[in-house]
C-alpha cells in the first residue's frame, strides 16, 4: 500500500461543500502530523495524524508505520499504548502503569517493566534499566499538608518567589529524575534530586528529552537550573548533570558556562556529546550556540561561535557522526544547514519560502524533515543534503487543501529610520487582486526575540486573516533572530525605542502601495505585540484605524511586580529601582500615553497567565474605557499565554474578526 494511498484515504473529506478560502473552523480540523518514534538504523518511523474534534476538543489520533525505503505505509493498533522510544530491543510503549516492548513493529506486546506513575519514560541503550520522572513533594505550602485538621483549607504558604509559574501556583511538588534497574520492582527506584527543589524536566515546556543515558548506560545525563526560590527567578543558569550508576556520584559537566545548556545528545557512536548553550546569565535570548563535548577527555569545542547566527531550532547528528544538521531562523524563515565538527564550517542546505522545522531520520544522502509554511500544516519532505533539493513524502491535507484558495506571501524589504533593511512579509488575501484596496493589518510579533518566519499556527494564523479579506504586514523588525546577532540583540532595553520606528516605517511603506487602503489600518499583537499596540495606540499619530492587543504588557512597573521569571525582566528592560530609571518605565512605559489614545481598542487577555497576568489586560481596558473610548474585553479564565482550548480558540477568532470588520 503506497504512502500517497494511504494519506489521500486519511485525509477524508470533513467540509460538505467547496471552501474557497480558510475558516477558524476549517483550520482547527485540519488534520495534524507528528512523528512519535524512529528506528535505530533510520530505515522506518511510527507518526500520528490527528484531528481535533471541535464539539468534545478532544484530538483524535491515529498511528501508522512508514517504510522510509519503500515510502510504504501500515496502521498500527496501539489500543490505549503511547510510544516511548524504538532502539535497538525494539519499540517501547506505555499503557496504565506499565512499560511494553514489541519486537515486530508493534503487531505484538509482551510485558517488559511495571514502572507505576510516571510522565516521562526513557530506556537504557542495554534495556536492563529504566529512567522515568514523577511529581515529588518537597516543600510543605499548602495548608492542608500542613496542619492535619484542615483538610478543606485552600491557603498556600510561601516564603520565597517563584511560588507561580507560567500557568501554576506551586504545591510544593517538583519534577525529579529516577533511574531503577529493570531487575528490581519500581519501589527502589533512586530519585536523582531527592530533596531538593530543583525541576527536570525543567518547567514548563521540559520533557523526556531533557535527560538521556549515555550509550554504555553507565551514566544518566539530565537538564537542571539548581537555583530555588528567588535565585530561581532570576536566572537562567541551566546546567547538564551526568549520574554514573555505578558510583552513585554525580558531576556538573557544564559549571564553568553561567547560562543556558539544554538539548544534550550523544553522537551515533557515542564518542561525543552536543548541546545548545547560551552564554551569559540572565539572557534568555543570548545567541544560541552548538556545543561538542569529546565524551572521553571532556575537552569542549564552541562549533558555532563565529558563526553570526543563532542556532533555534533542531540538532540531529548524521549517522557517520561526522556532522550535525540544524535548524534555525534565517532571513524571514526557518531553513536547514549543516555543521562540520572539525572545521566549525557551517553551509546553508535549503531556500525557499517555507519552515523547515523537526529533522526526523537521515536515509545516506537524504533527511527526512517536517517542513511548514503560511498556508500549510506540518507535512514530511525529505531534503537532498547535497544540493537542498525537497520532495514532499506526505500530504495529509490534500483533500483538505484542495477546497482552499491559499494566500500568496513575499518578503520585501523596507528601509528603516536609521538606514538598514528590514525584511517585512506581506500576506496577500486569496486571488488577490493588486487593482483593488484592501484594509491592512500590521502584526506585531511576540517575544520580544522569536522569530517571524514561515510558521503556521492555529491561533495566529496570517493566511487565515489574509483569507477574511485583509492584507497582513508582518516586519521581522529590531530583536528578531536570523538577521545577524546585532539586529537580534538590539531590542533589549529598547522596547518602545527603535524597534517601534520600524513598525512605523513598515506602515508608511504599506501606505504607498496602490492595493492598501491607507485609511483602513489596523495593528494587531500578543505578548510583546500587545505592548506593541499598546504601545503605538500612544504614538501613531492617526496611522491606525483600529488596535487589538492579547497579553499585552501595559504598565511596565506593576507588570514588573507580577511577572514570575524575573531574568528577564532584569535583562530586556531593568529594574524599577535602578538609577537613573530606565526608559521603560517612562519613554518605553505604555500606560504613559493613554491621554493620547484616540483610537478603539479590543484587549485580550487570560486569566492564568502569570507571564503577563490578567491585571495588565484589565488596566489597559479600564484607562480605554475611562478614556471614552470604544473598547472590548474578552477574557478566557482558563488559559495561560496562549488559547489552547478548541472552543476558546474559535471564539477569539470569532470576536477578532468581528471587531476588525466593525471597525476597520
Known amino acids: 500500500m503506497k504512502l500517497k494511498h494511504t494519506l489521500a484515504a486519511l485525509a477524508a473529506p470533513f467540509l460538505m461543500n467547496a471552501q474557497q478560502v480558510m475558516t477558524p473552523e476549517t483550520l482547527w480540523t485540519l488534520n495534524k502530523l507528528g512523528v512519535t518514534a524512529v528506528s535505530p538504523d533510520q530505515s522506518a518511523l511510527i507518526y500520528s495524524i490527528g484531528k481535533t474534534d471541535l464539539k468534545t476538543e478532544k484530538n483524535n489520533k491515529n498511528s501508522y508505520f512508514f517504510n522510509i525505503h519503500s515510502a510504504e505505509s501500515t496502521g498500527i493498533d496501539l489500543g490505549k499504548k503511547s510510544l516511548i522510544q524504538w532502539d535497538a530491543n525494539g519499540i517501547y510503549a506505555q499503557e496504565g502503569e506499565k512499560i511494553f516492548l514489541s519486537k515486530d513493529a508493534g503487531k505484538t506486546w509482551t510485558e ?101 543515558w549515555s550509550p554504555d548506560s553507565s551514566k544518566l545525563l539530565y537538564v537542571t537550573k539548581p537555583l530555588t526560590g528567588a535565585e530561581y527567578a532570576q536566572s537562567t543558569n541551566t546546567d547538564i548533570f551526568a549520574y554514573d550508576l555505578n558510583s552513585g556520584t554525580t558531576e556538573n559537566i557544564t559549571a564553568s558556562n553561567k547560562g543556558y545548556d539544554v538539548s544534550p545528545k550523544f553522537s551515533p557512536d557515542g564518542k561525543t556529546l552536543s548541546w545548545q548553550s547560551m552564554e551569559r546569565d540572565g539572557y534568555e535570548a543570548d545567541k544560541n550556540d552548538v556545543k561538542i563535548m569529546d565524551w572521553k577527555s571532556r575537552q569542549v569545542t564552541n562549533l558555532t561561535k563565529d558563526w553570526d547566527e543563532s542556532v533555534a531550532g533542531d540538532v540531529f547528528w548524521a549517522q557517520d557522526s561526522r556532522t550535525v544538521y540544524f535548524t534555525t531562523p534565517f532571513r524571514g524563515t526557518k531553513q536547514l544547514f549543516s555543521l562540520n565538527p572539525k572545521n566549525s564550517r557551517v553551509v546553508q542546505i535549503t531556500k525557499g ?48 487543501y484542495s477546497r482552499i484558495t491559499p494566500s500568496r ?115 494587531v499583537g500578543a505578548s510583546y505585540g500587545g505592548y506593541s499596540v499598546f504601545m503605538l495606540a500612544g504614538i501613531h499619530n492617526n496611522r491606525f484605524k483600529t488596535f487589538i492587543a492579547h497579553d499585552g504588557l501595559f504598565d511596565m512597573k506593576s507588570w514588573y511586580g507580577t511577572t514570575e521569571e524575573l531574568w528577564f525582566a532584569n535583562w530586556d528592560l531593568g529594574k524599577p529601582t535602578d538609577k537613573p530609571l530606565p526608559k521603560a518605565y517612562t519613554e518605553f512605559n505604555p500606560s504613559n500615553y493613554v491621554d493620547r489614545w484616540n483610537t478603539p481598542i479590543m484587549i485580550v487577555q487570560g486569566g492564568i497567565d502569570y507571564r503577563v497576568p490578567y491585571e495588565q489586560g484589565q488596566e489597559a481596558f479600564q484607562a480605554a474605557k475611562l478614556h471614552g473610548l470604544k473598547t472590548k474585553f474578552l477574557y478566557f479564565p482558563n488559559e495561560n499565554h496562549w488559547v489552547l482550548h478548541p472552543q476558546n480558540a474559535l471564539v477569539w477568532q470569532r470576536e477578532f474578526f468581528g471587531w476588525l470588520k466593525e471597525t476597520l
Request: net charge negative.
Open 112 to 212: 517488559f517493566y511495571t514502572v507505576g506513575e510516571a510522565d516521562n519514560i526513557v530506556i537504557s541503550p542495554d534495556g536492563k534499566k529504566v529512567a522515568f520522572s514523577r511529581q515529588v513533594l518537597v516543600e510543605i505550602v499548602m495548608a492542608k499538608d500542613k496542619y492535619a485538621d484542615t483538610p478543606n483549607a485552600t491557603a498556600h504558604i510561601y516564603t520565597d518567589l517563584n511560588h507561580r509559574h507560567w500557568d501554576y501556583f506551586s504545591e510544593g511538588k517538583y519534577n525529579h529524575v529516577f533511574v531503577v534497574n529493570t531487575a528490581d520492582e519500581v519501589g527502589k527506584a533512586k530519585d536523582l534530586l531527592e530533596g531538593k527543589a530543583w525541576d527536570s524536566p525543567q518547567r514548563p515546556f521540559g520533557g523526556a528529552e531533557d535527560f538521556i
Open 353 to 400: 519560502n517555507f519552515d523547515v522545522n523537526e529533522i526526523v531520520a537521515q536515509e545516506k544522502n537524504t533527511l527526512l524533515v517536517t517542513r511548514t509554511d503560511m498556508n500549510h500544516n506540518a507535512d514530511l519532505f525529505s531534503v537532498d543534503v547535497k544540493n537542498g533539493a525537497m520532495k514532499q513524502v506526505t500530504d495529509i491535507n490534500k483533500e483538505n
Open 409 to 523: 506571501t513575499e518578503l520585501k524589504m523596507v528601509k528603516t529610520t536609521d538606514g538598514k533593511e528590514m525584511g517585512v512579509w506581506f500576506v496577500y488575501p486569496p486571488d488577490f487582486d493588486p487593482a483593488k484596496k484592501y484594509p491592512t493589518l500590521l502584526y506585531c510579533q511576540g517575544g520580544p526575540q522569536s522569530a517571524l518566519t514561515q510558521f503556521f499556527s492555529t491561533r495566529w494564523n496570517l493566511a487565515l486573516i489574509a483569507a477574511n479579506g485583509y492584507i497582513v504586514v508582518a516586519p521581522n523588525r529590531r530583536g528578531m533572530p536570523g538577521w545577524g546577532t546585532a539586529w537580534n540583540e538590539d531590542i533589549s532595553k529598547d522596547w518602545g525605542g527603535q524597534p517601534m520606528r520600524d513598525y512605523l516605517a513598515a506602515t508608511d511603506f504599506a501606505k504607498t502601495l496602490p492595493y492598501v487602503d491607507a485609511d483602513r489600518m489596523g495593528a
